[in-house]
């Protein structure tokens, strides 16, 4: 979930601090040793999109933010754009899963209490089976990251792991 330049590089527009720098490391070591297809879900928004009002100036499509970050490009089998925070909306990833005969989905990435917490419930209502590696996820707010952890973990189902 979104690997982008926004939240991982210091020049993001939502940079993730310290823990980005964490998280970038973790996530090409977990990617590096994944041997099943990686589907790399990248926000990307329009200046005038008025659903991110928060956040409306990261993951600008014409901007380098947006791009997936050059340490975890590589890693990537398959790339998909959302404009929402589940990876559903308006994109072809159901279409994706359903070809490969998917039953079970691996999510990784940021932000847990948008991006990770939203595209899992909506797998769970699909009737996917998920995990998400804790410590592969990351927010920009401690309290939301472990929210959503515990949302997944008790409320959807969502087998939470360490590896």
């Known amino acids: 979930m979104c690997p ?3 939240f991982l590089s210091p020049q993001g527009s939502v940079y993730l601090g310290e823990r980005a720098d964490v998280l970038r490391v973790r996530l090409a070591d977990y990617l590096g040793s994944f041997a099943k297809t990686k589907v790399f879900l990248q926000e990307k928004h ?3 999109d008025t659903f991110f009002i928060a956040d409306k100036s990261h993951s600008i499509a014409t901007t380098e933010d947006y791009q997936v970050h050059p340490d975890l490009k590589k890693y990537a089998d398959f790339f998909s754009d959302k404009t929402r925070y589940d990876a559903f909306f ?6 994706f899963l359903r070809q490969k005969r998917v039953h079970h989905v691996g999510l990784i990435g940021v932000e847990t209490h948008t991006s990770v917490l939203f595209t899992a419930e909506e797998l769970r209502n699909r009737g996917y089976e998920v995990s998400v590696v804790e410590p592969c996820t990351a927010a920009r707010d401690e309290q939301l990251h472990g ?4 949302l997944m ?4 189902g969502v087998r939470i792991t360490n590896e």
């Open 4 to 6: 982008q330049n926004s």
């Open 46 to 48: 329009a200046q005038e």
């Open 90 to 95: 308006g994109t072809p990833f159901d279409a």
């Open 147 to 150: 929210f959503a952890i515990s």
């Open 153 to 156: 973990r008790h409320w959807l």
